[in-house]
């Protein structure tokens, strides 16, 4: 396999998103308008399925829009490996050389160049927090905890991730409303106005040594701007 770069590899450029157009993303087996960011996981669609597997080594991997988003509604469904852990970064951005620490930062260090840092809706077969959104490499933590709607935490949207199986994620993103469903259970329901734009990125976790490959799927994956 080819070695990526870990910052940043662009696939391709892509045009501007359409609005209220439905786009069906990787049903043409194609990466055209993404990028490889952060690491070097590999990603492959295989009959319209993207393919993301782990390389021992290599931290979270993300395969990004070339272009950021801003209001929009993302729709697919995913099945994951048991023991990797996943998700989908939204409204997130890559750290340049030469940045300063993220605002909020947990850390307060600035980033490598090519991180993807930012919101981040949860993928994960265990844990209960599937749905949830995560500040993926700088407050690092939830985003119902930093916004204090915990509530919309309840008992079915810990369990509706189903462990095995695919699972479909809705996610709609509107100004400064976050909101997420899994198998048409509300998982997380926020606002938070400190991201008003940013790349969608599909996550390959870093896994420990000696384990693995894991492999995260996803399938009918839609997107539209609104």
């Given at each position: 396999m080819k070695t990526l770069l870990p910052a940043l590899l662009?696939?391709?450029?892509?045009?501007?998103?359409?609005?209220?157009?439905?786009?069906?993303?990787?049903?043409?087996?194609?990466?055209?308008g993404f990028q490889v960011v952060s690491g070097n996981a590999c990603y492959k669609v295989e009959n319209g399925v993207l393919v993301g597997?782990?390389?021992?080594?290599?931290?979270?991997?993300?395969?990004?829009?070339?272009?950021?988003?801003?209001?929009?509604?993302?729709?697919?469904e995913v099945k994951v490996d048991d023991?990797?852990?996943?998700?989908?970064?939204?409204?997130?951005?890559?750290?340049?050389?030469?940045d300063p620490a993220p605002e909020g930062s947990k850390s307060g260090k600035p980033l490598p160049a090519g991180r993807l840092y930012g919101p981040q809706c949860e993928i994960a077969a265990v844990g209960g927090k599937s749905g949830d959104f995560y500040d993926e490499a700088r407050r690092g933590t939830w985003w119902s905890i930093l916004t204090k709607t915990d509530a919309v935490c309840t008992d079915a949207a810990k369990a509706a991730f189903k462990k095995g199986e695919w699972n479909h994620y809705r996610i709609v993103v509107k100004g400064d409303h976050y909101q997420s469903w899994i198998n048409g259970v509300p998982t997380a329901d926020f606002n938070q106005p400190n991201d008003p734009e940013g790349l969608i990125g599909f996550q390959v976790h870093g896994i420990k040594k000696g384990t693995g490959p894991f492999s995260v799927r996803w399938r009918n994956v839609k997107f539209r701007q609104l």
């Open positions: 662009i696939v391709s450029a892509t045009t501007a998103f359409a609005a209220d157009k439905w786009e069906n993303w990787f049903a043409n087996g194609k990466l055209d597997t782990t390389v021992e080594g290599s931290p979270n991997t993300f395969l990004a829009t070339a272009k950021p988003c801003k209001d929009f509604e993302l729709q697919f023991e990797l852990n996943s998700g989908v970064q939204v409204r997130s951005h890559l750290a340049k050389e030469g």
